[in-house]
């Protein structure tokens, strides 16, 4: 006997709730369990008991987690993606002596007349 599997719009709507659902409680525990290790303000036995109380009831440890902690942990999100930007835009920014050389091998070439770099040199050392 064969059996054909049979699936209405519905039921795969359903499905697809389900496994969106799923995989947003999974990236609500990893962000969870990355701000309990990432605070600087709670203790070692904090982190732990947070993290025990997360695993033993999950359900129940993350909403209440969310609830106790939640504001802060958003607070800390933002100031680490703020350490972030200004790392990067300091990372990403040549200084001020690849400038300078940069606008003389451009005189070098010719590119630039010797006004217009002693212009370029004091905007730039200003």
Do not use: C, H, N
């Amino acid at each position: 006997m064969v059996t054909v599997w049979e699936y209405s719009p519905g039921d795969v709507f359903v499905s697809m709730v389900w496994f969106f659902l799923f995989f947003i409680w999974i990236s609500l525990l990893i962000s969870v369990f990355a701000d309990i290790f990432r605070s600087e303000d709670l203790s070692g036995w904090s982190k732990a008991l947070w993290t025990l109380f997360v695993i033993v009831l999950p359900y129940l440890g993350v909403f209440v987690y969310l609830i106790a902690r939640g504001k802060t942990m958003g607070q800390r999100a933002v100031s680490r993606a703020d350490r972030y930007d200004r790392y990067d835009q300091t990372a990403a920014a040549p200084s001020t002596a690849q400038e300078l050389e940069r606008l003389a091998e451009l005189q070098r070439r010719g590119d630039l007349s010797e006004t217009e770099f002693q212009q370029a040199k004091a905007k730039l050392l200003a």
